[in-house]
């Protein structure tokens, strides 16, 4: 307040505000009943300056009647008579209860939309540019002269108003030059409404002139492996002769125009004409010839079966999605059943499913001039091929991943059944098998759901009832339906043309009527009755894969049981036998301190060396070329490799002299079938196994060529040739696996005679003098060095045979055993067919060159493995040298205690980069990375970290070459 006061008390020489007055005023209501409809006419009567009159009251009660009133007479003129003949009035009568009184008179609306069609007709033909261009040409055309016209275009053909382009093949206006734009207009009606209106008749008849030109082109196809187009053309036939048939009845059932105006006519034929066009877009649409597609923009013909099929199938797929018609769902399914049913027998007889058909040949050159019957220059076409060639690598999307590639396994293994075993019940179709087809019916989805069959849906073999007829009547009947022939021309037309009663119904129309409107309840998806349909030839196929899976595994299949070849190469490329691998230690190592004699070299090579290659002179080695770990044999002159008539003569013996071992030991044991069997492999084996030379990168740089490095012997490999059935279960690509882990073996046997040639140059007795005479130091670090590199040698081999390839193959092995010979605790790996085992084989064979760190992946540590051998050789050899008497004592002193300290950082990083590839390999964490044992005791590391924790276990070095670098 004492704020305002002293602003009150201020003289600020303001003026003060106007006052507020509204300028409208509310009148209190009367305290009475308000009547709006009086205050109404009272407050217009008013207006006008005329006086209210009176209103009774009792005059706007409703007229109550009774019996005795007697009705007056009405007009002569009835209300709805009069209504009818009067005039449009121009003032509004219309009573509400809130308006009692005339409305004014209307104006005309702005828009001009809004008016006539012929108002609205003539605005736009003044109005417009486009109809004062002189490059427009406009055409009236007549309700009726456009009804008339509309039937020819409907059935793809052109009339006065249109004309067929090929190049764009749409529908264009007649007469028009390459400059000018025509626009129709039907009386009464403007260019939009009439383009409207004569769009849907000229897409209609657009359309079905591009499928049709489309079966065309489909006919026109003579290639043997388009089998496919020629059902999907035939299809198309059928679907449009129905769409024709359809247009044909709605055309004859709508009222034809009663007057040159009368649009009517041509409205009613648009609207029934909607289902119709919606079918023949949906069909375009499938084939790729929608209105939207340039000519240069078609599909192209040549498209595979499965490309085609897959384009039909999604289509379809789309309709069941959307719940579309019930027409337009039909027409998918009729195409899709009609055009696959081909495909679907040519894939069951590539997998033995159903008897392949007798394939048709052409008649040859020599043929057709013989008999006069077909033009000279005519020639076979390149792609009529064999039947058997026209397989696709691909299929439809309604076979799943699983069934696709067991269908395109089951081809290879019916192949293989066929030259395994050809009297297997599998090939014999002795018995009946469900039709491959799709089926949409209830009874049809119940009878494949309970695995009856149902009518008409089985295979038979026998040939058409046509054909039956024809052969079992004679010639007689044969000749009386070839007297069509002997008619005159034309008569044929008249005397045999069947009535319409007895024409055969369209195919697409008795589908249509048999087509369910959802699917069945037992296959209420598309996928569900993907799977029923295709179920009896998935069973097929597994059938088929677990019966050559058998014929492989089982004892009765003689030389091809896949066990008996896997020992074999167990044995031999894998170097298990005792017997084989003593041969060929003698045949190609040594652990002879020096050069002896080949004489004698060759009688320790083969035991069952001839007579006169034992009297044969060879020259002595050459002491700069041999080198220590090899046979003297080997080294005779100064070349390397070693070849010739000599090593080939040996190396075939040691594998002979082998099998005879091996083989008599296990015949003394066996029945007489057994042996028989056994001899038959025996026999097989001598050639199917055998050596052969690599062929290596040659240069100046090429390790292999020289006998002193580690790559000596990685010229020589040892091959199997698997009789053909078996080549699918033992290929090149595992072959490879196996003449890798050989000459691994190669490499580690001669290392392991080097260091027995180690202990040769010491042993008591020797005539040389020993090693290290004057020099202590040195002379206990070669014992020791020895001793240590001895010992990583046993340990390398032991674990090579026992771990890396005894538990991974004889596991393998032990799995492929019948039950009753299988060791307990094995469990039986699952094997869908041949492929599977295949892939099983080459798996384990990847599982040795792990344990051996033979991958690439595993490089770094192979490359420290193989580094630590090729030191222990380089120690081999320089002994060698010292012992010969090419180095002195004193010369060979600090090479030795490099070698020994290489070896030494070489282990320690070997040791090292084991742990961490093991931790790799068991995903294990920081904290328990530092000690594997407890993962390896609980038995959590996969298989191959358990075989090399096993690996690093063998090899114990002292804990100070660890940290060595």
Not at 197 to 207: A, E, K, N, P, S
Not at 257 to 281: G, N
Not at 722 to 737: E, G, N
């Amino acid at each position: 307040m004492d704020v305002l006061e002293q602003l009150k008390s201020t003289d600020l020489g303001l003026s003060p505000l106007p006052e507020l007055c509204s300028s409208f005023r509310i009148t209190k209501l009367a305290e009475k009943p308000q009547n709006p409809i009086m205050d109404s006419l009272q407050f217009v009567n008013l207006r006008n300056a005329k006086a209210l009159p009176e209103i009774n009251i009792e005059a706007l009660r409703p007229f109550q009647s009774t019996q005795h009133d007697i009705i007056p007479d009405l007009p002569e003129k009835s209300l709805w008579k009069a209504a009818l003949e009067c005039r449009h009035t121009v003032t509004d009568t219309t009573r509400s209860w809130d308006v009692l009184v005339k409305r004014p008179i209307p104006t005309a609306s702005a828009f001009i939309s809004e008016r006539s069609s012929y108002t609205l007709a003539a605005a736009r033909h003044i109005v417009l540019a486009t109809f004062q261009s002189e490059n427009t040409r406009v055409i009236n055309v007549l309700p009726s002269e456009l009804y008339d016209y509309i039937q020819l275009t409907l059935s793809g053909l052109s009339s006065p108003l249109h004309v067929w382009d090929t190049k764009s093949q749409t529908f264009l206006i007649r007469g028009l030059a390459s400059h000018e734009m025509g626009k129709f207009v039907i009386s009464g009606l403007d260019d939009e409404e009439t383009d409207s209106l004569v769009q849907r008749f000229v897409t209609i008849g657009t359309q079905l002139r591009r499928l049709e030109m489309l079966i065309l082109e489909l006919q026109d196809i003579t290639a043997y492996n388009r089998k496919h187009l020629h059902a999907f053309g035939y299809s198309l036939t059928s679907v449009l002769s129905s769409i024709r048939a359809g247009l044909s009845e709605i055309v004859s059932s709508r009222p034809r125009p009663t007057s040159q105006d009368d649009i009517q006519a041509v409205s009613s034929l648009w609207s029934s004409c909607s289902e119709v066009a919606e079918q023949i877009r949906d069909v375009a649409a499938m084939c790729g010839r929608d209105m939207s597609v340039q000519p240069n923009q078609y599909p192209a013909l040549s498209q595979t079966a499965s490309e085609l099929l897959t384009r039909i199938y999604k289509h379809f797929q789309l309709h069941i999605d959307n719940s579309s018609p019930h027409a337009i769902t039909a027409i998918s399914a009729f195409i899709l059943s009609l055009t696959s049913e081909d495909y679907l027998e040519h894939v069951c007889e590539a997998v033995g499913y159903i008897p392949r058909r007798l394939a048709t040949t052409k008649p040859s050159l020599q043929d057709r001039q013989s008999t006069g019957l077909f033009d000279d220059d005519l020639q076979q076409p390149e792609d009529a091929t064999n039947e058997e060639a026209d397989v696709e690598d691909t299929y439809p999307c309604f076979f799943d991943p699983q069934l696709s590639k067991g269908v395109a396994r089951a081809r290879e293994s019916l192949k293989l059944l066929h030259t395994a075993r050809p009297d297997h019940p599998l090939l014999a179709h002795s018995e009946k098998r469900p039709r491959i087809r799709w089926f949409w019916s209830n009874e049809d989805v119940e009878a494949a759901w309970l695995g009856t069959t149902a009518p008409n849906s089985e295979f038979s073999p026998e040939p058409s009832p046509i054909v039956s007829k024809l052969e079992a009547a004679g010639d007689e009947v044969a000749l009386r339906v070839l007297q069509i022939f002997d008619l005159e021309p034309g008569a044929h037309l008249q005397s045999n043309s069947p009535s319409s009663s007895s024409r055969s119904p369209n195919p697409f129309l008795r589908f249509q009527d048999g087509f369910p409107s959802r699917l069945p309840p037992l296959a209420p998806t598309l996928e569900t009755l993907r799977d029923l349909v295709l179920a009896p030839l998935e069973a097929h196929v597994d059938s088929l894969s677990a019966a050559l899976l058998d014929t492989f595994l089982s004892r009765s299949s003689g030389y091809l049981d896949f066990r008996r070849h896997l020992s074999l190469l167990r044995s031999y490329l894998l170097l298990t036998s005792h017997s084989f691998k003593a041969r060929l230690q003698a045949a190609l190592f040594s652990d002879a301190p020096e050069p002896i004699s080949t004489d004698s070299s060759a009688r320790t090579m083969a035991v069952r060396a001839r007579k006169s290659l034992s009297r044969r002179r060879t020259p002595e080695p050459t002491a700069d070329f041999w080198s220590v770990g090899l046979a003297p044999a080997l080294t005779v002159g100064s070349s390397w490799p070693p070849g010739g008539s000599d090593l080939s003569f040996y190396l075939r013996t040691v594998i002979i002299d082998s099998l005879d071992s091996d083989y008599c030991l296990q015949v003394a044991h066996s029945d007489a079938s057994e042996v028989e069997r056994k001899d038959q492999l025996l026999e097989e084996a001598e050639w199917r196994l055998g050596f052969a030379i690599r062929d290596l990168p040659v240069g100046a740089r090429a390790r292999w060529l020289n006998p002193r490095s580690m790559e000596a012997m990685d010229f020589l490999y040892m091959n199997y040739q698997p009789p053909h059935p078996l080549d699918v279960l033992i290929p090149q690509s595992t072959l490879s696996k196996y003449h890798r882990v050989f000459a691994f073996n190669l490499r580690l046997m001669r290392v392991e005679n080097v260091t027995k040639a180690l202990f040769r140059m010491t042993r008591q007795g020797s005539a040389s003098a020993p090693l290290f005479e004057t020099l202590t130091a040195s002379r206990q670090l070669f014992l020791y060095f020895r001793f240590i590199a001895s010992s990583f040698v046993s340990a390398l081999s032991s674990y090579v045979y026992d771990i890396a390839i005894g538990d991974k193959f004889d596991s393998f092995l032990n799995s492929l055993a019948s039950p009753l010979e299988r060791e307990p605790g094995n469990t039986l790996p699952v094997f869908s067919d041949v492929f599977a085992l295949a892939e099983y084989h080459s798996n384990v064979m990847d599982d040795v060159l792990s344990a051996c760190l033979l991958r690439s992946n595993q490089k770094a540590v192979g490359d420290l493995l193989r580094g630590a051998l090729e030191i222990i050789l380089e120690f081999g050899i320089l002994m060698s040298d010292l012992r010969s008497g090419r180095m002195r004592e004193y010369e060979a002193a600090a090479p030795l205690e490099g070698l020994f300290f290489a070896y030494r950082c070489k282990m320690g990083r070997l040791h090292k980069a084991l742990k961490e590839l093991i931790d790799k390999s068991a995903s294990l964490t920081e904290s328990t990375s530092e000690n594997p044992d407890i993962h390896a005791m609980s038995g959590s590391l996969p298989a191959v970290a358990a075989s090399l924790h096993d690996l690093l276990t063998r090899l114990s070095i002292p804990e100070s070459w660890q940290s060595s670098r």
